[in-house]
């Protein structure tokens, strides 16, 4: 009896990681898209283009910009939060949005300066 006890509490445990494994990857399926981004700082706007695509089971970032498409640094996802580093003449800068809806609203800093950040789906 005891094994049996066992047993299920193993398969419990077991359905709750796939489920829940499951839930994380569904929770960024929506953002997968390119996004038409503005970062700016007292009403200068700069234009950029993310596309947010799943690479291998995980959500990935690609950059786009006048200047090509440069890599994107510590990428992260996490409570609908994404993080991330970009390079900008030079110097790596940090940005951070949040999902909202069909938005993306946040903020970017580096080399001394910041500015907020957000974008709509192309």
Do not use: H
Request: glycine content about 10%; charged content about 25%; aromatic content about 8%.
């Amino acid at each position: 009896m005891a094994c049996k006890t066992i047993q299920r509490i193993v398969l419990v445990c077991v359905a709750l990681v796939v489920t829940t494994v499951s839930a994380l990857a569904q929770d960024y399926k929506t953002l997968l898209d390119k996004w038409s981004m503005t970062s700016e700082t007292d009403g200068d706007p700069l234009a950029w283009t993310l596309v947010l695509k799943e690479v291998d089971g995980r959500l990935t970032a690609v950059l786009g910009t006048d200047e090509g498409t440069p890599a994107v640094k510590d990428f992260t996802f996490s409570n609908g939060v994404l993080k991330f580093k970009v390079p900008y003449e030079g110097e790596y800068y940090d940005i951070e949005l949040k999902a909202d809806g069909g938005k993306l609203d946040g903020k970017w800093s580096g080399n001394g300066n910041s500015g907020k950040t957000s974008g709509t789906k192309s």
